[in-house]
C-alpha cells in the first residue's frame, strides 16, 4: 500500500480533523491513501476553512485503520516523538512526474535529517534544479508525511515553507525532531535570562 502513483486528481472520501499538543490537524484521505494533510493551526474552525478550500466537501468516511495509525503517529510525534511516517500510503495521482520523483526523494529522509533543495534534486535526479524543487516542495498536499520540512535552503538557511506561519512553522516542527536553524543562541539565553 505504500507508493506515490501518478494519473488523475483522486477523491478523497474521508476526512478527519484531530487535536494534538501542538495544534488541529486535518487530513483526508481516497481508497489508495493520504491525499491532504493540513499542519497544526490554532483551532477546528481554521482547519476545516483550510480543509474545505483545498478539497472541498469531504464525506466523513469510515476511518481505515492505517489512518487511525496515522492520526496516533502524528499526535505522538507534536510531543517530540521519533516517527517514522513513511509506512503510510499517499495518494497523489495527478501530480507531475517531477513533483513525484522530489516528493519520493524527500520521503527517504528520517527523522531529524535534512538536506538542502539542491542536493534533493540531485537526489531526484535533477541536478541543478533547487528553485524548482523548492516550488514543488511548496505544492506538497501531504507534509509531515512527505517532510517538505526537512529540507534548507542553501548553507544551512530556514527557507521558505507554505504552511500557515511560513519559516516559523517549519522551524518549530524542526525543532521537534532535535533540529536547530539559524545561529546559535546568545550565551544569555543558554541560561535562560
Not at 495518494?91 to 538536506?115: N, P
Amino acid at each position: 500500500m505504500n507508493g506515490i502513483a501518478g494519473k488523475i486528481r483522486p477523491a478523497a472520501i474521508g476526512h478527519a480533523i484531530f487535536t494534538t499538543a501542538i495544534g488541529f490537524v486535518g487530513l483526508a484521505w481516497s481508497d489508495r491513501g493520504l491525499t491532504r494533510l493540513c499542519l497544526p493551526q490554532a483551532s477546528r474552525e481554521a482547519v476545516e476553512r483550510r480543509m474545505f478550500r483545498l478539497e472541498g466537501s469531504i464525506p466523513a468516511g469510515k476511518r481505515p485503520q492505517w489512518v487511525l495509525e496515522l492520526i496516533d503517529a502524528i499526535q505522538a510525534y507534536a510531543t517530540g516523538e521519533p516517527v517514522d511516517f513513511r509506512r503510510f500510503p499517499v495518494d497523489l495521482r495527478g501530480i507531475d512526474a517531477f513533483s513525484l520523483a522530489v516528493y519520493e526523494t524527500a520521503r527517504t529522509l528520517a527523522f531529524g535529517e535534512v538536506t538542502t533543495y539542491g542536493e534533493l534534486a540531485k537526489r531526484a535526479g535533477h541536478p541543478g534544479l533547487a528553485r524548482e524543487t523548492g516550488a514543488a516542495l511548496g505544492a506538497n498536499p501531504v507534509p509531515l508525511v512527505i517532510p517538505c520540512h526537512r529540507i534548507l535552503a542553501a548553507g544551512g538557511k530556514i527557507g521558505g515553507f507554505s504552511a500557515p506561519g511560513g519559516a516559523a512553522t517549519k522551524e518549530r516542527i524542526l525543532a521537534l525532531e532535535g533540529v536547530r536553524v539559524g545561529p546559535p543562541p546568545s550565551a544569555q539565553a543558554s541560561f535562560g535570562f
